[in-house]
């Protein structure tokens, strides 16, 4: 969930209204100020089809003990806040959880499965083909997505869903083929949150969309932006990788400069992983995390390699001389050692796991 | 297979000066390296003596590839001659910034610019194509990172007697700072690449070093000891006293530095007397810094989630006149405290 502060809205009402920032932020915050100053002398605020905020005698608790009933004092004020009614239920639609389910064809099966998807919490829209459902998607904000079998290969709908900061809490759900490996990817998939195979029961499914509406629920609570990605082990592919993430940081909230060190350093981490880690095997695969937050923004890669002592390499990397280390490897007749100095230039935080083979990044979105 | 391609020509300056102008296209990275040495010795070997790389077209530089720039400009060097970089693109001038070489490489806007410093008419930028020799220079263990000190060209500090006659360069001399012995390939301004001290070199061989603004920081490796921490935070009082704090001034930093250690001790380390952690003390420009670094665990500052909502920092804050926490980028906690000496 994003939030607009008053810079933000003074930005893009600047904008879209042609009138110059400094004036456009003055202006709100003087009306700010004079609401504010308006409600402490208990006057309403009546802002149309937006919202009304009042100050109101608050009502006596009436309290019953042994001895008898009694009312107690009512608190002096209370400030009530009403949404408009219209744009509340805009906002909050049916109340109910929305499902996609995505098939290749509507038939008799997915209607069963709809039918069953669909609930006293939850209504469900079928969809045919990855077109229609991304055309859907330009539109509207699912909580969850069911992608039938013949779609769980269907890159576009997951790629197009997590990549994107607004609908990145969408859970998506692939239904895959009997005997095939959702893991093995072609080239870099963005991964779906879960993957069932087939045979299964309905009652599995249903479950399963259960728990990931109630995973993303309490999610959203911590989380602005998840994505997880896998990529074989191959030039293009950590080219893709790295565009993704470049596309990411975009809106994670970080000024420029720190995108692009952020950006810099994962580069780094993911080269590091193909060469040294996966060893430059293309049936290898290179796992990418990528989790924002209101505070920070965290890279994780992991590869299928054995791992390296980090705490020599570690210990180098603060302490050491990166024109000493580069002079040295030069005239050994080698080259690199730089990686994880330009890393720990780069991000706020740079850990490894005990096996090393995966390095967790961090850069704050706000210092704490 | 990724692929880094090079269009070289001879350009010439109108005072006669040459170059080699080669315009690299793709990324400088593990993957194009083999390719990228190949072609830079194939110039060295034709006898190239002044190289201009345009970098317009340099899509991406890694650390590898920023080691190997370093190489080819201590080549040059070697054989006398000159490399510059023109066009950097800004993503490829930030790689080179977080690691420092910006100050080793002649860095300028366009070839013209190039074939000028060559020419020497230009000077080098500061802090350029110094190279250290092996010496038995202490080197600082890792501590809080702190501001490199800032040089000013006035009140020079060590200055070296000038020599009776021009000297040749390349020419070597020791650093008047940390006494790393530097080779000196023309008369300029460079920074030491060891200890960033600046110093100025004429035609005549005269070397200058120049005075820091700031003093030289203190650093410590603090065990975790109530007693030697309280000792470590006198010496920050006294360090205040110097700067000119008055006693009661110089008293409160050091009892707002002993009650941050307990804080470390207590709270990030559990009182295990096994740990250390870093203490930097810099007096200078009007004011006492004091910086700890630590590798326990991460503060937690309650409700509040802040260092000044946090009773236990509450005498720390109310002392200096800055207190700021953020995570160590290696884990545990890294604390700054400012006091700012009232004139």
């Known amino acids: 969930m994003k939030t607009v502060s008053t810079p933000e809205l003074a930005q893009r009402v600047a904008r879209e209204l042609n009138t110059p920032e400094p004036q456009t932020r003055a202006v709100l915050d003087r009306a700010v100020d004079i609401m504010r100053k308006e409600l402490q002398r208990g006057n309403a605020i009546e802002l149309p089809q937006f919202v009304v905020v009042q100050v109101k005698q608050g009502q006596p608790v009436a309290t019953t003990t042994q001895a008898g009933s009694s009312l107690g004092l009512p608190p002096a004020r209370v400030v009530q806040m009403e949404l408009d009614e219209a744009l509340r239920k805009s906002i909050e639609g049916s109340g109910l959880f929305q499902i996609m389910l995505v098939v290749p064809k509507k038939s008799f099966f997915t209607g069963v499965m709809a039918s069953r998807l669909a609930s006293a919490r939850s209504e469900v829209t079928v969809l045919e083909g990855e077109q229609e459902a991304l055309n859907h998607l330009a539109r509207t904000k699912p909580d969850l997505i069911v992608l039938d079998v013949g779609l769980a290969d269907a890159p576009r709908i997951p790629e197009t869903v997590k990549k994107n900061r607004e609908s990145s809490m969408t859970s998506t759900i692939a239904i895959c083929s009997e005997g095939v490996d959702a893991q093995k990817v072609t080239d870099l998939a963005v991964m779906a949150d879960e993957y069932i195979s087939e045979p299964f029961e309905l009652t599995d499914i249903v479950k399963l969309a259960e728990s990931e509406l109630a995973r993303c629920a309490e999610e959203r609570n911590y989380f602005e932006h998840v994505v997880h990605f896998r990529l074989q082990t191959k030039e293009q592919t950590i080219e893709q990788a790295n565009d993704l993430v470049n596309h990411v940081l975009q809106s994670s909230g970080l000024t420029e400069e720190a995108s692009a060190a952020f950006a810099v350093a994962f580069r780094e981490a993911v080269d590091n992983a193909a060469r040294h880690g996966n060893k430059n095997n293309e049936s290898r695969y290179i796992d990418v995390q990528y989790l924002l937050d209101r505070e920070k923004g965290t890279l994780t890669v992991q590869d299928e390699g054995d791992g390296f002592d980090t705490e020599i390499y570690l210990s180098r990397g603060v302490s050491g001389n990166p024109v000493e280390t580069a002079r040295e490897r030069n005239q050994a007749g080698g080259h690199g050692g730089l990686g994880i100095m330009l890393m720990l230039k780069c991000v706020d935080k740079l850990e490894y796991n005990y096996a090393g083979n995966k390095i967790t990044l961090t850069r704050y979105v706000r210092k704490v | ?343």
């Open chain 2, 1 to 343: 297979m990724a692929s880094i391609e090079f269009r070289v020509k001879v350009i010439k300056s109108p005072d006669g000066t040459t170059a080699t102008l080669a315009e690299v296209d793709g990324s400088i990275d593990a993957s194009t390296i083999q390719q990228f040495q190949q072609v830079m010795d194939k110039l060295v070997e034709r006898g190239v003596k002044n190289l201009i790389l345009d970098c317009t077209s340099v899509k991406y530089i890694n650390s590898t590839g920023l080691g190997t720039l370093l190489k080819y400009s201590d080549t040059f060097e070697s054989i006398s001659g000159h490399i510059a970089f023109c066009r950097v693109p800004s993503k490829v001038m930030l790689v080179m910034e977080m690691l420092g070489f910006n100050a080793l490489f002649n860095i300028v806007t366009d070839e013209a610019t190039a074939l000028r410093s060559f020419a020497g008419k230009l000077a080098p930028p500061p802090s350029v194509s110094v190279r250290t020799s092996p010496a038995p220079a202490p080197v600082a263990p890792p501590m809080p990172s702190m501001p490199p000190p800032v040089a000013q060209p006035v009140a020079p500090a060590p200055v070296a007697p000038p020599p009776a006659a021009p000297v040749a360069f390349p020419m070597q001399h020791a650093c008047a700072r940390c006494r790393v012995t530097l080779d000196i390939p023309a008369a300029g301004r460079f920074k030491c690449p060891r200890c960033s001290a600046v110093l100025a070199v004429e035609p005549t061989g005269r070397v200058r070093f120049f005075a820091l603004k700031k003093s030289r920081p203190i650093t410590v490796t603090v065990p975790c000891s109530m007693q030697v921490a309280a000792s470590v935070a006198e010496l920050a009082g006294k360090c205040a006293a110097n700067l000119g704090f008055n006693g009661n001034s110089a008293g409160v930093v050091s009892q707002a530095v002993t009650e941050a250690c307990k804080n470390v001790i207590e709270r990030a380390y559990d009182n295990d007397a096994n740990n250390v952690f870093h203490m930097l003390i810099a007096a200078g420009q009007g004011a006492l810094t004091v910086k700890i670094a630590d590798y326990g665990k991460p503060f937690d500052f309650g409700p509040g989630g802040t260092i000044h909502s946090d009773s236990r920092f509450a005498s720390v804050v109310k002392s200096m006149d800055t207190v700021e926490h953020r995570p160590n980028p290696r884990g545990g906690n890294l604390l700054t405290m400012i006091k700012v000496l009232q004139q």
